[in-house]
């Protein structure tokens, strides 16, 4: 959400104050005044949330790279950065709480990473999400998307949809299916 922050004056600087949300992750700061923007050339002006031991908290990073990635241009006029992007969510991945909290943001990564290990680390991942039977069904049909589009596994896929339509059979997938044939 964006919000302004008056802010004061006080010798040669100027103060303000934000109150953050407990879903806050990371905040971006925009200056302007009438048609003058300043972005920091680009390379924008951000803080990650921390946690009380001065880490940074799950998803900041994850939120960062989200901005450089493309969202920060719509916001902020940031060029897209994806190497910036990158190196924020292989940080952000390193943690393993991250991993199971951001799963589409993960799998995305894993998804866009330029390494080979990675592509591997995908397949793993997908395996191992699609052998679990607490997934929500929102996770379980990314995992299906995932096989069908990016492995180009249909049989997979619709294994993963006939396990979806028993575990949630009045799921969301049921308006989909009423979507696609109304199209």
């Not at 922050?5 to 005044?33: C, E, H, M, N």
């Not at 897209?80 to 799998?107: G, S």
Request: cysteine-free; aromatic content about 10%; charged content about 30%.
């Amino acid at each position: 959400r964006a919000v302004t922050i008056p802010l004061q004056q006080a010798g040669g600087l100027y103060k303000g104050t934000l109150k953050t949300a407990d879903s806050t992750r990371a905040v971006f700061f925009a200056f302007s005044k009438d048609d003058k923007n300043d972005n920091n050339n680009d390379h924008g002006y951000y803080t990650l949330l921390q946690d009380k031991s001065g880490k940074p908290v799950v998803g900041a990073q994850a939120a960062v790279a989200e901005a450089f990635n493309g969202l920060g241009n719509f916001l902020f006029g940031l060029a897209r950065n994806t190497d910036k992007a990158a190196e924020l969510n292989k940080k952000e991945f390193e943690n393993p709480i991250a991993r199971e909290k951001l799963l589409q943001p993960y799998l995305f990564f894993l998804m866009q990473s330029k390494d080979e290990a990675a592509k591997e680390q995908l397949k793993t991942e997908l395996a191992r999400y699609a052998e679990k039977k607490d997934l929500s069904e929102e996770n379980l049909y990314l995992v299906k998307n995932m096989y069908e589009r990016t492995l180009k596994d249909p049989e997979k896929a619709k294994a993963l949809m006939a396990t979806m339509k028993e575990r949630f059979p009045n799921g969301g997938w049921k308006r989909d299916e009423v979507m696609t044939a109304f199209r």
